[in-house]
C-alpha cells in the first residue's frame, strides 16, 4: 500500500545550528556575567536541545536575582540569498529596581520579632547586593542592625561571598544580664553533594553587664569585654518537597566552630539539627526533631558561650532558657545538650487539599 502521509519529525532529531545568541533589556548589568550564563546555547546541535539549553539558561539567569522578568524567543532569520542557515535565540529580560525594601513580623505565644531591611541590587552590575538589616525582637528586648555585601562567583551563584558587619545588644533577662557584641565576618558559601558548606571567619567584641540586682556571682564572674575570633564551617542538607508545609524529606544543619585564633576565648564547638517529615494518610504529617550540641572549653567557659535551652524557638512548654543549671533563679547554661521532638501536623478541617496553607499542630517534646 502506498501512503502520502509523511512520518512527523522529532525534535532531537531535528539538526539546527545556534548562530546568534542575544540578551535583551539590559542596563545596569555587564555583558560578561550574562554571556557566561547564556554561551551553552551555542552548543546545541538540535532543536530538542536548542530548546532544553535556552531553558536552563533562563533558569540560570532567574537565579542572579537581578532579573525581574526572562523570557525566550527564537527566531530563524533568512540571509541575504533568502534561505534559511541557522537558529537565533533571544532573551528578553526586564532588571528589577536597584533599590529594594522590606518589612517583616512574626508574633509567637511568647515571643516575637520585627526587621526592616533596605537593599541595593546589582550594585556593582555583576549580581552583587548590599543589604542593610535592623531586628528588634520582643518581650526579650533585643536590638540588631547588620550590613551585608554579597558577591556571586559569575560562574556559578551557588557560590558566593559574604561580608557582614553587625553590631547587636540584647537583654537576656533569663540570665541577669545584657549584652553588646560589635563583630565582623567574612564567609565563603559553596555547594557539594552532601549539601550547602559555609567557611566562615570571625571576629566579635562583646560586653556582658548591666546585671540585675539577684544574679549570682557565677554569672557576674563572666562581666566585661571579651574579643572572640572564631572559624566557623556549617553544612546544610534539605530535601523537604516544600520549605514551608512539607509532606516528606529531611533538613538537617551541621556546625562546627573552633574559637581561639586570636582574642581570649578558646573553645571548640558542635551544634547539630535535623527534623525529618513523612506523610501518614489523608495529609496527616509526622515530624521528628533532633538538637544535640557540644562544647569543649579549652579555657574557662563564659555564659555567652554555653547553649541555652527552654522556650517557643528551642523546646516548647518551658520557659525561656528554663532547662539546665539554675541559680538564684537564673539560667547559667550548660556545655552538653539534646532534645527531641515528635509533631503531627492535621489539615484544618473543611480546606480543599490543594488550598491547604495551615495545619493544626500538636506535639510532644523531651529532653
Avoid at 545550528?17 to 545596569?28: E, H, I, Q, T
Avoid at 556593582?124 to 540588631?144: C, D, H, I, N
Avoid at 547588620?146 to 533577662?173: A, C, E, M, S, W
Wanted: aromatic share 10%; charged share 20%; proline share 5%.
Amino acid at each position: 500500500m502506498l501512503s502520502n502521509e509523511r512520518a512527523p519529525i522529532q525534535m532531537q532529531d531535528f539538526e539546527v545550528k545556534v548562530k546568534r545568541v542575544r540578551v535583551v533589556g539590559l542596563l545596569r548589568t555587564k555583558a560578561d556575567i550574562v554571556a557566561e550564563h547564556v554561551k551553552d546555547v551555542l552548543k546545541a546541535k538540535t532543536l530538542h536541545e536548542a530548546l532544553i539549553k535556552s531553558l536552563e539558561s533562563k533558569q540560570r539567569l532567574s537565579d542572579l536575582e537581578i532579573f525581574k522578568n526572562v523570557s525566550i524567543h527564537l527566531d530563524a532569520p533568512k540571509n541575504s540569498a533568502g534561505s534559511y542557515d541557522g537558529m537565533e535565540v533571544t532573551f528578553h529580560v526586564k532588571e528589577y529596581r536597584m533599590l529594594a525594601s522590606s518589612v517583616a513580623a512574626n508574633a509567637g505565644t511568647q515571643s516575637g520579632d520585627a526587621s526592616l531591611t533596605f537593599t541595593l541590587r546589582n550594585l556593582l552590575g555583576r549580581a552583587e547586593q548590599l543589604k542593610s538589616v535592623s531586628m528588634t525582637t520582643f518581650p526579650y528586648w533585643g536590638q540588631t542592625l547588620q550590613l551585608h555585601f554579597i558577591k556571586p562567583y559569575y560562574k556559578n551563584v551557588d557560590k558566593r561571598l559574604l561580608l557582614t558587619l553587625g553590631k547587636t545588644n540584647t537583654k537576656h533577662t533569663a540570665s541577669g544580664f545584657q549584652e553588646q557584641v560589635t563583630g565582623a565576618q567574612a564567609e565563603v558559601q559553596f555547594p557539594s553533594f552532601l549539601g550547602k558548606h559555609g567557611l566562615a571567619l570571625s571576629w566579635d567584641w562583646r560586653n556582658l553587664g548591666e546585671f540585675s540586682p539577684t544574679v549570682p556571682l557565677s554569672v557576674r564572674q563572666d562581666a566585661g569585654h571579651t574579643l572572640k575570633c572564631a572559624v566557623k564551617h556549617t553544612l546544610e542538607a534539605d530535601e523537604r518537597d516544600d520549605p514551608v508545609a512539607p509532606t516528606s524529606g529531611y533538613v538537617a544543619r551541621l556546625t562546627h566552630e573552633l574559637a581561639g585564633l586570636g582574642g581570649d576565648v578558646f573553645f571548640g564547638k558542635m551544634d547539630v539539627h535535623m527534623q525529618v517529615f513523612r506523610e501518614l494518610f489523608w495529609n496527616w504529617v509526622f515530624s521528628v526533631s533532633l538538637w544535640t550540641g557540644f562544647l569543649k572549653p579549652l579555657s574557662p567557659s563564659k555564659i555567652n558561650d554555653r547553649f541555652l535551652l527552654g522556650g517557643p524557638t528551642t523546646l516548647r512548654g518551658f520557659g525561656l532558657w528554663g532547662i539546665g543549671p539554675r541559680e538564684q533563679g537564673h539560667s547559667l547554661g550548660g556545655d552538653v545538650y539534646w532534645s527531641t521532638g515528635a509533631h503531627l501536623f492535621i489539615p484544618l478541617p473543611f480546606v480543599p487539599r490543594n488550598e491547604l496553607t495551615e495545619r493544626e499542630h500538636p506535639s510532644a517534646s523531651g529532653h
